[in-house]
Structures are given as structure tokens and as C-alpha cells.
């Protein structure tokens, strides 16, 4: 990983749900599933980056999907092509989509989706060599859906739920998610859903890897802004993960 931040041109930068984003950045990144940047486009204020994990990249380009939550991001929401933009990384571990066999279930609430875009196209060139027989996902979202068709070509099934019922299943992903179908779990999401996927993945024996999302500051693993608890003692999400064994994290009670 690049511990110097690099300047590159936006290409593009836009509105696909309300409050959520889609940026895309001109260059040629070697980043894997998972993996998160730093990103900038101010000088001074607000202090820190903001960590933002890929959602997809080609031999041209690297995009971010990401929600307005605060001043980074809403600095981030204005920039135009041509403009330049800051970039740390690749940062953190990542899917070892080699090590996945058998029957995937991905499990994505909300910007938890972002990252698994990548994930998905990554699963698909390797699965006839590994013998993933099918890639199942599940996304939950309050009411607007995004980003849904770009997964189409790469999976088997999707199975959405909005907790409004606009679109799928009426309530909470974890409502309609049955681990034990599954050789393998991917999530990622607001804490409270991962811990419940867990909670339901380790009920039936089925392993299940996360992608913790945490407030960073350095991005390096230097400053452990970012800590999280595993049974292993504390990690830092930037450094160590962000990818956990689901087993092995203790997260927060519903």
C-alpha cells in the first residue's frame, strides 16, 4: 500500500439514490475486494479523510459508492470532472475470493452494498475453477434501492428487502435470509444487521466473513482510531480488516 496520497482527475460524479453518490476516478488501481482508500478533496478542514471502500474498477478507472453523512462527504458530493481529487491506498485486507467453494450468500444493508459490486465481479472469474456452484445475494435498503442491476450478469439470485416494502420483501434482510442453505457467508452492513447474520451463521455452523465499517483517522493502522473487538484481543479495522472472520468478532447486542 502506498503510504503517500496521490492526486487523480474525477471523471464523474453523481446522484444515484437520494443522498447517494457515485464518483469515478481516472487512473490505474490494483486494489482487491474489500480493500478501501482515503480519500480528500480539501486542504485543511475537515481534518481527517474519509475511508471509502472500491465498488468497482477496470483497467481505467476506480469508482466509490458512497452516502452523504457529514462535511467530508458533503465536500465530496460537489466535485465535477477535472477535478482533483486525493487518494490513499489500497488499504486493509480484503475477500479471498480463491478460498470461497461451494454455495455464496452475500448479505449487504444499505452503502453496505458498495463494496460487494467489486466482490461479485471478482467471485465470477474464478468460480467454474473453484466450484462455486451458485452466488446468492441478499440486500436490504429503508426504501430506495441502488446499484441492484450492476450485480445481474455476475450472481444467481437477489433477494432485496426495503424496510418500507416499496420494493422485495417488507422488513429487515435478516427476515428473509436462510444461512444454512450456504457453504459460505460475505457481509457487510450496519453493525447491528452483521451481528445478527453471525448470530444466525454461527447457530447453523456456517462460516461467514465481515467488513467492518469504522470511523478512521490515519487509514495505516497508526493512530487506532479505528479499533474493533475480536476474540483475539482488539484489531484495528484499517490495518488488520477490514475483512473479520465473523466468528471471530464480538460485536454489539441487539
Known amino acids: 500500500m502506498s503510504v503517500e496520497y496521490k492526486i487523480y482527475k474525477v471523471i464523474s460524479n453523481f446522484e444515484i439514490s437520494k443522498g ?8 490505474k488501481f490494483d486494489a482487491k475486494p474489500g480493500q478501501f482508500y482515503m480519500l480528500r478533496a480539501w486542504d485543511r478542514e475537515p481534518i481527517l479523510s474519509r475511508p471509502i471502500s472500491v465498488n468497482d474498477l477496470d483497467n481505467k478507472s476506480i469508482s466509490f459508492v458512497y452516502q452523504v453523512v457529514g462535511k467530508g462527504t ?11 481529487i486525493q487518494l490513499l491506498g489500497p488499504s486493509g485486507n480484503y ?10 450468500a452475500i448479505v449487504a444493508g444499505g452503502i453496505g452494498i458498495a463494496p460487494m459490486q467489486y466482490l461479485t465481479k471478482a467471485i465470477n472469474d ?4 473453484n466450484g462455486i456452484t451458485a452466488v446468492d445475494i441478499y ?6 434501492t441502488y446499484i441492484i442491476d450492476e450485480f445481474k450478469e455476475y450472481i444467481n439470485n437477489i433477494y432485496i428487502s426495503t424496510e418500507n416494502g416499496k420494493y422485495g420483501y417488507k422488513g429487515f434482510v435478516t ?7 450456504y457453504d459460505i457467508v460475505l ?16 447457530d447453523v455452523n456456517v462460516p461467514i466473513l465481515v467488513s467492518m465499517e469504522k470511523h478512521m483517522a490515519c487509514g495505516i493502522g497508526a493512530c487506532l482510531v479505528c479499533t474493533c473487538k475480536t476474540v483475539n484481543g482488539n484489531k484495528r479495522t484499517c490495518k488488520d480488516g477490514p475483512i473479520f472472520s465473523g466468528q471471530d468478532l464480538v460485536l454489539i447486542d441487539n
Open 187 to 202: 457481509c457487510c452492513g450496519p453493525e447491528i444487521m452483521m451481528n445478527k447474520v453471525v448470530k444466525m451463521c454461527v
Open 74 to 84: 458533503e465536500i465530496l458530493k460537489n466535485l465535477k470532472k477535472d477535478d482533483d
Open 20 to 27: 447517494i453518490y457515485k464518483l469515478i476516478v481516472d487512473g
Open 95 to 104: 475477500f479471498d475470493v480463491n478460498k470461497l467453494s461451494g454455495k455464496v
Open 139 to 144: 440486500a436490504g435498503f429503508r426504501d430506495e
Open 175 to 181: 427476515e428473509i435470509f436462510k444461512p444454512e442453505s
Open 126 to 129: 474464478i468460480k467454474a475453477v
